[in-house]
């Protein structure tokens, strides 16, 4: 079974440019979501999708940062325009379902996530 | 205080040795806990879900004290292989019906011939 795609893996910019970054979850995988992680952190989660629509993106920081998942499956997220502290590896994961009553089918399978670096 | 905290690391061993990972999380509502291992450079990947009856997974063992709010994970028999970062992570339900899982920042482990 294919795993989560992301691409790039490498990114650098400057800052104040902007970037986009693309994820292809494992297929049937309805929930998605973009995590960052800075160095030495745990991922942070931004922004959780459940099919097409947002469940939570309460720690997105909206004024630069976009997402969307228009047709349900693949993802993109958007920086414009990106800060130094932005500089980060960030994961898109998928899983199943995460709805609280799930069980067992909540696992969340990671992609080899794009490593950021702003300039 | 942080929703999920770790010892902060790095834990540095000899092949053999037993290693002990705490945890501990503030929101007593928090339903579902799991272990996950991320290697340098890649990805986590769940190694184990944490049960309030303890559960063993060959060398692994995780254990939840929901009282304590406290969750730990032993390693027996250290292996080069299980040099990496463990994570806490914790599950808890939101209003909207759905869940998220929050990780720690993760307890560094280096296991030395």
């Known amino acids: 079974e294919a795993g989560v795609a992301q691409s790039p893996r490498y990114k650098i910019i400057e800052k104040r440019q902007s970037v986009a970054f693309w994820c292809n979850p494992i297929s049937g995988h309805a929930t998605l979501y973009w995590y960052q992680q800075i160095l030495g952190q745990g991922p942070k989660l931004l922004i959780q999708?459940?099919?097409?629509?947002?469940?939570?993106d309460s720690q997105l920081p909206k004024d630069r940062f976009s997402a969307e998942r228009l047709k349900g499956v693949d993802s993109t997220l958007k920086i414009q325009p990106a800060k130094l502290e932005d500089s980060a590896v960030y994961l898109c994961?998928?899983?199943?379902?995460?709805?609280?009553?799930?069980?067992?089918?909540?696992?969340?399978?990671f992609g080899p996530g794009t490593r950021l670096t702003v300039l | 205080r942080k929703e999920v905290e770790q010892d902060p690391g790095p834990f540095n061993v000899p092949e053999g040795a037993t290693v002990a990972f705490n945890c501990t999380y503030s929101n007593s509502a928090s339903q579902s806990f799991f272990w996950y291992r991320q290697d340098c450079r890649k990805e986590p990947k769940l190694l184990m879900s944490?049960?309030?009856s303890g559960n063993e997974d060959g060398r692994f063992t995780a254990q939840l004290n929901r009282a304590s709010q406290y969750i730990s994970l032993l390693i027996r028999d250290s292996k080069l292989s299980d040099s990496a970062t463990y994570l806490c992570?914790?599950?808890?339900?939101?209003?909207?019906?759905?869940?998220?899982?929050?990780f720690g920042k993760g307890t560094m482990l280096l296991v030395s011939p």
């Open positions: 992570v914790v599950k808890r339900g939101k209003n909207s019906g759905y869940s998220t899982l929050t």
């Open positions: 944490v049960y309030s």
């Open positions: 994961a998928s899983s199943l379902d995460l709805r609280v009553a799930a069980s067992g089918t909540d696992t969340q399978y």
């Open positions: 999708f459940q099919n097409n629509g947002v469940v939570d």
